[in-house]
């Protein structure tokens, strides 16, 4: 029977991870009901390997008690490497006098069709109930 090393199955477990985290992080700033996204575009698949054929990237945000999201932009990629920093606006349809929690991913798909998933989500509140009178 073979065994492996705690290293050998840490260094496993290291790997497993890296290539089920997205390709990159969002920052999400919020006026009113325009959004404003900040992210980097991948530079590799899934696998590690180099991209080579980075076709868009799109921006969605999802509200309760919806689970699937909404695309609000979509942005042709810089090139097909990726690697350009995006900064996407979308407006999000929200009613006055109410609050709304929202959830912003941005996923990126190559030539061939295939969309990465997700990146890691990023909530934020639009507020647009105002506070009682004072007293």
Not at 17 to 45: C, I, K, R
Not at 96 to 115: H, I, K, P, Y
């Amino acid at each position: 029977m073979k065994r492996f090393t705690p290293l050998v199955i840490l260094s496993a477990m290291v790997l497993a991870l890296l290539l089920s985290l997205p390709a990159f992080a969002v920052e999400v700033t919020v006026d009113g009901t325009q959004v404003q996204a900040s992210y980097q575009e991948p530079t590799t698949n899934k696998t590690g390997t180099p991209l080579t054929d980075l076709h868009h990237t799109t921006l969605f945000y999802a509200m309760p008690p919806t689970a699937a999201g909404t695309a609000c932009k979509t942005t042709p990629a810089s090139s097909q490497t990726g690697g350009a920093t995006i900064t996407a606006t979308c407006l999000v349809p929200t009613m006055l006098d109410q609050e709304a929690d929202v959830r912003f991913t941005v996923t990126a798909t190559d030539t061939s069709g295939n969309v990465s998933d997700p990146s890691i989500p990023v909530d934020r509140r639009l507020d647009f109930l105002a506070p009682a009178a004072p007293q």
